[in-house]
């Protein structure tokens, strides 16, 4: 531990509590605020509430970080938080029992909370070898209770704990009295970033690229760099992640749940051999197994082993019966073997298949329905239009289509992909070109590259192309094809379309 100098033998006296001599340094910190002692001056009167909340507003630490938790998603945040704890394995679950006790905060659960703070500070007792780590992972915990015990209208607590903050910060000479610039907090940033959602994902990248730029070779800020980028890696033919992903597995080679996002990460970019002998060697460990069975179900079920994927995805069922993302993966595999009859009979149903249909279609919604209760997102709003479509309820359709259009704060590539479902749809249900072209130029619009921008042009491009082909609307639809072309950095034929559009009208549709 860093030598104690003279600064060391008072506390600053702004904050209404003073340490008195030496004896009682040697004794300080106290581990509850109950063994505050003689040196602690005690008595809510001494304690102003404004002084401390400019304190607390100094810490670092989920109560400050400016995390975006959406109302709607805070009880299942709650059940995931608690899933990772009981089925994940990691080096530290400090981290997680902070982000929980401030998950139940939001809840209005401040009792529960604390229990959550009292456990991580039981899980720091792991790091009490290395002082310096044990005091750094202390510091979001402490700072924690501060926020809380202010929350809760206890001061002194409050104080107490912003004592504790400060004289550890002290200790280790920083210039800050509240708070600490190391890569250990920007990892913890990060990590409670990641864990609230997409939203968050481009900050908490920021916190793991801050803690990489002092350790490269950090182990856990490896992981957590890499979980990041896999989870912002939304182009199906993008390698962002594969060389961060890569690199992890090579700082913890122990780590089943890496080498799973690994595996779909392969399969994902063509390499899907590669991406199963990762699977495979995950499956063969105990570690996160019921995590390990969710991507392994993932894996198989994308590779269209619908039966293997369903039996794994069942065994994780079993631990976490309250999942999301499991109910929704079955929902899928559901729907892929109604699709399968489909295919395989060339859409020409007999009674006995069609009923099949049916019945792997209503498993579908009532597991779509399920993920629905539990969490409302952009994917199950998508999942249950694009299902209805298949059984021909279009009215449904369409109200789950409106449900994803009218959504806020949605990221780019989640727009495009909607424009471009809710276009087909228009264009191949309803018979509405003209809705279908709209979709599509909303889409591209927003100039986010992406699989589903790709998408678009190529829709928009073969829609031309028809038109064309029948002689409708041809001055629109050679703009249209022009349009198409210019985006795809295709200058020639863009300006041949647009030539060709001006023959037909002298007057320029205002879109292009």
């Known amino acids: 531990m860093v030598p104690r100098g003279k600064r060391d033998s008072q506390l600053d006296q702004s904050t209404g509590s003073t340490l008195i001599g030496q004896k009682n340094l040697k004794q300080w910190p106290p581990t509850t605020p109950s063994d505050h002692g003689s040196g602690y001056r005690q008595g809510s009167k001494n304690i102003d509430d404004l002084q401390i909340k400019d304190c607390l507003n100094q810490l670092k630490c989920h109560f400050t970080w400016d995390l975006v938790v959406e109302d709607t998603d805070i009880p299942d945040l709650e059940r995931r938080i608690m899933d990772e704890i009981d089925f994940l394995d990691t080096k530290s679950n400090v981290g997680i029992h902070n982000f929980l006790a401030y998950v139940r905060h939001l809840r209005g659960q401040n009792d529960k909370a604390l229990q959550s703070l009292r456990e991580a500070e039981d899980l720091i007792s792991d790091f009490k070898d290395i002082p310096y780590r044990s005091d750094l992972r202390s510091l979001v915990t402490w700072s924690n209770y501060a926020w809380l015990y202010y929350h809760m209208e206890k001061l002194q607590d409050a104080q107490f704990y912003l004592d504790r903050v400060r004289y550890t910060c002290n200790t280790y000479f920083s210039p800050f009295r509240y708070r600490m610039e190391c890569p250990e907090m920007d990892c913890e940033e990060g990590w409670a970033l990641l864990k609230c959602g997409e939203q968050n994902y481009e900050r908490a990248k920021a916190c793991f690229e801050k803690a990489l730029a002092a350790e490269p070779e950090n182990p856990e800020f490896n992981i957590g760099y890499a979980i990041t980028i896999y989870r912002q890696d939304y182009d199906r033919t993008s390698v962002i992640s594969l060389e961060p992903l890569r690199k992890a597995i090579r700082l913890n080679p122990r780590d ?47 590779k269209g082993s619908v039966d293997k994927a369903l039996d794994f995805f069942k065994k994780a069922l079993q631990a976490t019966p309250y999942s999301a993302f499991l109910h929704h993966q079955v929902g899928l595999c559901y729907r892929a073997k109604m699709i399968q009859i489909k295919k395989a009979t060339n859409w020409q149903l007999s009674r006995q298949n069609r009923e099949i249909v049916n019945r792997w279609a209503q498993l579908a919604l009532k597991e779509f329905q399920t993920t629905l209760d539990i969490r409302p997102t952009f994917k199950i709003y998508v999942s249950l239009a694009e299902m209805y479509v298949e059984i021909g309820q279009y009215r449904q359709a369409e ?106 009208t002298a007057e320029l549709n205002p879109w292009f």
């Open 256 to 302: 089943m749940y890496i080498k799973a996002l690994l595996a779909l990460k392969l399969q994902d970019i063509g390499q899907e051999a590669e991406g199963e002998k990762y699977i495979e060697e995950a499956l063969s460990q105990t570690s996160s197994l019921t995590y390990i069975f969710r991507y392994a179900g993932k894996f198989y079920r994308k």
């Open 399 to 504: 109200e789950f289509y409106q449900k994803a259009l009218c959504m806020n704060n949605i990221e780019a590539h989640k727009q495009q992909q909607i424009h471009y479902y809710y276009g087909r749809f228009q264009q191949f249900h309803i018979k509405s070109e003209d809705k279908a072209i709209a979709q599509y130029l909303k889409g591209l619009k927003i100039e986010a590259v992406s699989y589903f921008r790709s998408k678009i042009l190529s829709a928009l491009e073969n829609l031309a192309r028809g038109r064309i082909s029948r002689n409708v609307h041809l001055m629109e639809s050679f703009s249209l094809l022009g349009l198409v072309h210019k985006l795809q950095g295709r200058v020639d034929e863009a300006l041949q379309c647009y030539e060709r559009a001006l023959r037909f």
